[in-house]
């Protein structure tokens, strides 16, 4: 029997389908089964972001309206042959299921697949309900941000509520620069204010763009360091012991001006 | 076309059925009950207007007729209207404007070629959009389909007929969706998400991403949906 | 570091430290469920009740929402005015 875990955040554009798309790979390139399930009915770009738009027949609403089989609407990735994707409508809204459907399909998806992974819809309505229905755990990625913090407190209040399992932090979109300078929240003023385990740290990127733009996540780029985070984040999701990435960046301008003038780094 | 008796259009409404007013009852009741029934299926269902052409009909020849159309196939008959003897003429013209000609009624032979009907789709009414389509937009229409616009990806297109694309088509398409292999989809320019016609799916291949410099059109051949240029496209 | 600030004018707390600030006291009211509207009711009427038994300085007077080691309070910072005491002189 696998597992359902939820990445959620409250406040939109912060990463979450980056994440679902990206742990989703990493954890098959591990060897698991893993299946996605865009749940952002209306808006969906878990498609676009795994490169799969173009395979689309049917979708999560078929599937809960039974117009479908779930194994007819189960798009198998171009690249690793244990990932799946199950895309959500496009030309409907977010009321097209509800809670009880969703559970009974996590339910259904857990027994042929090791991960079931839920990329859930910005927001606290309807699509939020849905998509934690029929979670076992949950994620939340926030960036280092006042609005990204807030929004994610209020989301661990709600999953509280809904008595899930203690949610797991990921931080997006860290820049080690300004988080040198004062300028960012820190990795320890986060975990500090929002009182949860911290999962990983994904950095600012710009490959996280180009990958996106290529349809291809980032952890099939070795280069990329954000994908290097996700990769690391996956196997601690395996229950690996991996140690946080090096994020301390060498070499900018200030650096190289306070070495030459002898300064020592506060 | 020869006059032989009956006409079926497609309209805005639904069909117009047109049963000629010279010709005598007991033939074109005949004509009519041949017409429809070599297209059965494809009419049932549907909602029709019925035109008595002038012809003045016993109230027994209406049931008959009634019988026939409803009845026996299926077809919810809205109207009827008797263009010789009413004074609703205007009415009549009006709707002329929105039946589209199919290419065998043209009595000039093909004029517009490239968006040439099929003979199976000779009654289907035709959807103009005069808008570009959005993602999470979706256009399902009993018939063809022209957009003058684009179709950008996410949106959908469905169509019982031919889908006409007077712009650039990048997202769903499915012509022919209630399984007429005949339908064809065509753009000014064609990259489309993908593109479905009858009961086959078909997806650009993953490496190319050319953009096409010239109009196209996707049709079936062979059991595959082939995509060519429709300067020279022929059915 | 802080010559560095300081060389290029920054401001001597960092906006990261303001963000946090302002993070928590938002989260307090967040998380205690109370607006900014019902602590401005919840002030008119304590300054109602308690004017009954001493002279308060309205304008003084505070209602907040904090976090203290393991609980939210709520704070009220009511200053009473001293009364001089005048001895009437018959
Ligand atoms: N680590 C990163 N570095 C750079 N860009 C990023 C990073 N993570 C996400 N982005 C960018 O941020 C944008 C939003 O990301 P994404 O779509 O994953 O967010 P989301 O939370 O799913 O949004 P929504 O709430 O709309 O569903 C995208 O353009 C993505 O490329
Ligand atoms: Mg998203």
């Known amino acids: ?266 | 076309m020869r006059n032989d008796g009956v006409t079926i259009k497609g309209t805005k409404e639904g069909l117009l059925i047109i049963l000629d007013g010279e010709l005598d009852f007991p033939v074109i009741l005949r004509k009519l009950e041949e017409k429809i029934t070599r297209v059965e299926n494809f009419f049932a269902g549907a909602q029709a207007i019925l035109d008595l052409s002038g012809r003045l009909v016993q109230p027994e020849q209406l049931e008959q007729l009634e019988h026939l159309i409803s009845s026996q196939h299926g077809i919810e008959i809205i109207r009827i209207i008797n263009q010789g003897c009413l004074d609703e003429k205007g009415e009549r013209e009006a709707m002329e404007g929105a039946i589209v000609e199919d290419g065998l009624r043209n009595g000039n032979g093909n004029r517009n070629r490239r968006v040439t009907l099929n003979e199976n789709e000779e009654q289907l009414s035709t959807l103009i959009i005069k808008r570009t389509l959005r993602s999470g937009q979706r256009v399902n229409y009993d018939g063809n389909v022209v957009i003058l616009g684009d179709v950008n990806p996410g949106a959908e297109v469905i169509a019982s007929g031919d889908i006409v694309v007077m712009g650039a088509f990048r997202g769903v398409a499915h012509a022919g969706a209630k399984g007429n292999e005949k339908a064809i989809i065509t753009a000014f320019s064609l990259q489309p998400t993908q593109l479905r016609i009858a009961n086959i799916i078909t997806r650009p291949p993953d490496e190319e991403n050319s953009e096409p410099n010239q109009p196209e059109v996707a049709k079936i051949k062979d059991g595959m949906v082939i995509i060519e240029s429709s300067l020279n496209f022929s059915n | 570091m802080d010559i560095f600030n300081k060389m290029f004018g920054k401001n001597n707390v960092s906006s990261k430290t303001v963000a946090k600030e302002r993070l928590r006291l938002v989260l307090v009211h967040d998380r205690a469920n109370v607006s900014p509207q019902l602590l401005e009711t919840l002030k008119e009427e304590l300054i109602k009740v308690i004017s009954k038994y001493t002279e308060i300085d309205n304008s003084a007077l505070e209602v907040s929402i904090n976090n203290s080691e393991h609980s939210v309070v709520l704070v009220a910072n009511i200053p009473i005015r001293v009364r001089r005491s005048m001895n009437t002189v018959c």
């Open chain 1, 1 to 266: 029997m696998g597992e359902v875990i939820v990445v959620t955040s409250g406040k939109g554009g912060v990463g979450k389908t980056t994440t679902t798309a990206n742990l989703g790979t990493a954890l098959a390139t591990l060897g698991y089964k893993v299946v996605l399930v865009d749940t952002d009915i209306g808006l969906r770009n878990l498609d676009v972001v795994m490169g799969l738009e173009n395979r689309i027949v049917y979708d999560i609403v078929d599937v809960v309206e039974g117009v479908c089989k779930i194994k007819q609407a189960l798009i198998k990735d171009k690249r690793y042959g244990s990932l799946y994707l199950l895309p959500a409508a496009q030309t409907k809204d977010k009321t097209a299921i509800n809670s009880e459907q969703m559970k009974q399909l996590c339910g259904e998806l857990k027994k042929d697949f090791d991960y079931v992974l839920i990329d859930c819809p910005a927001g606290i309505e309807q699509g939020f309900k849905n998509a934690i229905a029929g979670a076992d755990k949950a994620i939340i990625v926030a960036t280092p941000e006042v609005s990204s913090v807030r929004d994610a407190d209020r989301i661990i209040g709600l999953l509280e509520a809904a008595e899930m399992d203690s949610p797991k932090l990921v931080i997006n979109r860290l820049r080690p620069d300004m988080v040198k300078r004062g300028d960012m929240m820190d990795i320890d003023d986060m975990i500090e204010i929002l009182a949860i385990d911290l999962l990983g740290v994904v950095p600012e990127d710009e490959t996280i763009v180009i990958s996106t733009n290529r349809g291809e996540p980032a952890v099939t780029d070795k280069n990329s360091k954000a994908g290097e985070a996700y990769r690391n984040i996956a196997r601690r999701i395996t229950g690996e012991n991996v140690p946080l990435m090096n994020l301390t960046i060498e070499n900018g301008f200030f650096q190289k001006l306070k070495k030459l003038i002898g300064l020592r780094d506060s």
